[in-house]
């Protein structure tokens, strides 16, 4: 609205997304948020979808109710933090999880579609704006605006304070970088730029906080490699790494390329090693697993190998052992989705990567699309490991992808969601607005207010 925008504010009342409410309980709730956000008017109009006459289900094509049924699977396993969803309308707690999450989104669908219908063809809006996208009633929005060809950006916040992620007319999750590559990865980094990509790994490695960024990703600091071979009892056999995600992680649902999901790729890839002893197999569980409380990898893994061969080791979330460590050990490392992918060649070791991720296609990893040529590649990996490390210029490129996806993939922003409060105390709106806080954050407000984003501009 301070940029000039007609600015119409749409929301639903519900204060928790993983229970039901009663309807006396809504409408209290409705009531309530009408009235705080009335104080808005009139630099933005508010419109509850509770309110509107939502559109008859005529209205729903067969894509878009089955866009919705697909969000409401994420929805539950995101919940959850499973994979496999109950989907036969039996007792089970993610048969009921998805009954309500299928409920709401459809609801919510209704409620835009009807809106929508109500402002007629002149009225609609030019753009819609919904955090996420994947998940919640904000990808049932998303995918409203979708079938609807309302062009639509998605948002998010991730682990560095005053920066922000979006897509535009995408789901800003998918983390899409392939624009933002092509229009960096023939030019070199500059001397500065390596700087703060080092400084940025050397941190990660040691488990130390770094400038604006707001996560530890280490607990324990390096010790270095030959170090961590002692602590597992690793010999002279090959090495292979295996990194997991955190089950359930949005970076995983909806990514399977040639399996079925990552419990899918975790169970087969551990089966094939046990028939290996010639090789000996790290499975690195995501340390994120110590806040969650959904099923462990370390479940998944002796599910599929009841008796867990003594060429195969587990290093559970909560081992006082450093990923990096364990990356200097390793001859070759598999991944789903997660970082340390993108990392593993930064120091050489190749990548076989399972899962639709950001950095797979960017000339670092190798990306089978089978289940046939992810074995292959294993095998051919581990034929002449000392051979098959990354030569110096696949090092480089991973080095130049990561300085990008850190540092120019997320735009400045002032305000963060979980610091909101307190940098609003440094940026108030009026200073956001003003000559200065457009020269730091000017782009980055009109790409979310729909002008074409710029991948070559990043500052």
Request: charged share 20%; net charge neutral.
């Amino acid at each position: 609205a301070g940029l000039g925008h007609q600015v119409t504010l749409a929301f639903l009342p519900y204060a928790n997304f993983r229970r039901p409410y009663q309807r006396f309980d809504i409408r209290r709730q409705n009531a309530y948020a009408r009235q705080v956000l009335q104080q808005a008017h009139p630099l933005v109009q508010t419109v509850s979808l509770l309110d509107i006459k939502p559109a008859a289900g005529r209205a729903f094509s067969a894509e878009l109710f089955h866009a919705i049924q697909q969000v409401s699977i994420r929805d539950t396993q995101y919940t959850l933090q499973i994979e496999e969803v109950d989907l036969g309308g039996g007792d089970s707690e993610s048969a009921r999880m998805y009954r309500l999450r299928l409920e709401r989104n459809l609801q919510a669908a209704a409620a835009l579609l009807g809106w929508l219908q109500s402002l007629g063809p002149e009225g609609c809006p030019d753009l819609v704006i919904t955090p996420n996208g994947s998940i919640l009633e904000m990808g049932a929005v998303y995918q409203v605006a979708r079938v609807q060809g309302l062009p639509v950006v998605t948002y998010e916040f991730g682990e560095q304070r005053g920066r922000i992620w979006f897509a535009q007319n995408s789901e800003v999750m998918l983390q899409e970088t392939d624009d933002l590559w092509a229009a960096h990865k023939d030019r070199p980094l500059t001397e500065s730029q390596w700087a703060q990509i080092r400084a940025l790994y050397d941190s990660r490695q040691n488990g130390r906080l770094w400038q604006n960024f707001a996560r530890l990703w280490q607990g324990t600091p390096s010790l270095g490699g030959e170090q961590v071979r002692q602590s597992l009892g690793l010999d002279s056999r090959p090495v292979v790494l295996l990194a997991a995600n955190v089950i359930g992680d949005s970076l995983t649902l909806g990514r399977q390329i040639f399996s079925r999901d990552m419990t899918e790729w975790l169970q087969r890839s551990v089966q094939f090693f046990a028939q290996r002893p010639e090789v000996q197999l790290v499975v690195r569980i995501h340390p994120g697993e110590r806040y969650l409380k959904g099923p462990s990898v370390a479940q998944v893994v002796r599910e599929a190998l009841p008796q867990l061969p003594a060429h195969i080791h587990l290093v559970q979330a909560l081992d006082p052992i450093n990923t990096y460590d364990l990356v200097q050990a390793a001859d070759l490392g598999l991944a789903y989705t997660t970082t340390v992918g993108m990392e593993m060649p930064m120091s050489g070791v190749p990548v076989i990567v399972g899962g639709k991720t950001h950095y797979r296609g960017k000339g670092f990893t190798f990306d089978p699309t089978s289940w046939d040529e992810y074995f292959h590649l294993i095998e051919r990996l581990l034929s002449q490991p000392e051979a098959r490390r990354l030569s110096r210029p696949q090092v480089e490129l991973a080095w130049k992808y990561a300085y990008h996806f850190f540092f120019d993939y997320p735009m400045p922003f002032p305000w963060h969601l979980l610091s909101f409060w307190d940098e609003l105390q440094e940026w108030s709106v009026a200073r956001a607005l003003s000559p200065e806080g457009l020269e730091a954050f000017g782009n980055t407000f009109r790409w979310l207010a729909g002008e074409p984003r710029r991948w070559d501009v990043t500052r």
